[in-house]
Each structure stands twice: as structure tokens, then as C-alpha cells.
T-cell receptor, first 117, second 114 residues
Framework: AQTVTQSQPEMSVQEAETVTLSCTYDTSESDYYLFWYKQPPSRQMILVIRQEAYKQQNATENRFSVNFQKAAKSFSLKISDSQLGDAAMYFCAYRSPDPDSWGKLQFGAGTQVVVTP | GAGVSQSPSNKVTEKGKDVELRCDPISGHTALYWYRQSLGQGLEFLIYFQGNSAPDKSGLPSDRFSAERTGGSVSTLTIQRTQQEDSAVYLC????????????FGPGTRLLVL
């Protein structure tokens, strides 16, 4: 079974600064999918970024980028030029290529990002 | 609509009552998922529907929980004889297909069992 670990319950960052959220996972599979979701107080889970394990290039979406280290099973999220609107809970998630597990996103415990003016 | 919608937004019920939670997926999405988010357990997978295939019910915590998907679109999650430990946010998501497709989430239903 796969497990996803987010070891930072909370991270604080000043506006315009950079913050990095860590995520590690445990798997024996070689082809899988990783996601970062953002959940603001509205409860809506919003996709931030996704990464296919077979791709070596790190995914980027505007101010958000990941550092995907497949051998180390690490998938960190970097938020650059932080904005007040980035304040939210961030979840790392793993999706298996196993047909018996296709439906299941496995989530980490989440990291609360606090942005200070 | 443009996104996944869920109703009601909030639901308060008494212990022992049955509740129904509704999810409308994004138009054209064939896969639909239910998750539960609670303080003690984090985000847990409940059930997954893909097209006309038999649903994956492996995440349902007890036989009090069931779900249907009618016409390959709208889904209803039913909790019978609710218990206080059922209090949580119930999230629905949909995707174009399965495997690596991104799941898009609705705003959730917050259930409080008194």
C-alpha cells in the first residue's frame, strides 16, 4: 500500500517570498501520478499542479513548481512570490496506475500555509 | 455548470436519521468519486464510479453507507442511521476518464450529526 507523508503541519511565509512544502511517498510502482491540491476555507479542493512519474521534467504552473525526485520518492511544492490568496491547506496526493486502485487518490495530512503581509 | 456541484452545502441531522448527499459531476466526465474529510482521519476515499462498470466500494466504512449513480451522471451518497462519527465534509470529484486523469472536486457537503 502507498502512503503519503507531509511532515510540515504549518508553514508561514511573507508576501512576495518563497515557501517550499515537502511531500514524500512510499510505493513500489514505477508509473504513477502525483498532485498538489489547495483547499482554502471555502472547502473547494483546487488542483495546483500534477506530475506524471514517467516524466523527468519538473512540472510548473506560473508561480508554482515542483521538485520531483523519483529515486528519493519526494515531491515538494515551491510557491514563489507568495500572495495573500495563496493562504490555504495544501495536500499532496498519489494516484496508482494499478487498475484496482485507479479511483483512489491517497492524500497526505496537509500543510497549512499562512501568508503574512 | 462549469464545475462539480454538491448539495446541500451543509446538513445537520439527528443521530439515527438517514441522509442523502447529492453530486452533479462536470458534464462529460465519466468517472465520479466520493471522499470523506474528517479531523481525525484526514481525506479518505469512499467509492468510485466509472461508466457502466461496477463501482469500487472498497472505501465505504460500513454497510450504512451506499451510493448510486443514475444515468452515468448524478450521484447520491446515502448514510443510514447516522452516527456522530459520520460528521465530516463529504467531497465529490469527477474526471474525464480514470487512470491518470485529474480529479476535479466540488465544494463538499458538511455533515453534522447531533
Amino acid at each position: 500500500a502507498q502512503t503519503v507523508t507531509q511532515s510540515q503541519p504549518e508553514m508561514s511565509v511573507q508576501e512576495a517570498e518563497t515557501v517550499t512544502l515537502s511531500c514524500t511517498y512510499d510505493t513500489s510502482e514505477s508509473d504513477y501520478y502525483l498532485f498538489w491540491y489547495k483547499q482554502p476555507p471555502s472547502r473547494q479542493m483546487i488542483l495546483v499542479i500534477r506530475q506524471e512519474a514517467y516524466k523527468q521534467q519538473n512540472a510548473t504552473e506560473n508561480r508554482f513548481s515542483v521538485n520531483f525526485q523519483k529515486a528519493a520518492k519526494s515531491f515538494s511544492l515551491k510557491i514563489s512570490d507568495s500572495q495573500l490568496g495563496d493562504a490555504a491547506m495544501y495536500f499532496c496526493a498519489y494516484r496508482s496506475p494499478d487498475p484496482d486502485s485507479w479511483g483512489k487518490l491517497q492524500f497526505g495530512a496537509g500543510t497549512q500555509v499562512v501568508v503574512t503581509p | 455548470g462549469a464545475g462539480v456541484s454538491q448539495s446541500p452545502s451543509n446538513k445537520v441531522t439527528e443521530k439515527g436519521k438517514d441522509v442523502e448527499l447529492r453530486c452533479d459531476p462536470i458534464s462529460g466526465h465519466t468517472a465520479l468519486y466520493w471522499y470523506r474529510q474528517s479531523l481525525g482521519q484526514g481525506l479518505e476515499f469512499l467509492i468510485y464510479f466509472q461508466g457502466n462498470s461496477a463501482p469500487d466500494k472498497s472505501g465505504l466504512p460500513s454497510d450504512r453507507f451506499s451510493a448510486e449513480r443514475t444515468g452515468g451522471s448524478v450521484s447520491t451518497l446515502t448514510i443510514q442511521r447516522t452516527q456522530q462519527e459520520d460528521s465530516a465534509v463529504y467531497l465529490c470529484a469527477s474526471s474525464l476518464a480514470d487512470r491518470g486523469e485529474t480529479q476535479y472536486f466540488g465544494p463538499g457537503t458538511r455533515l453534522l450529526v447531533l
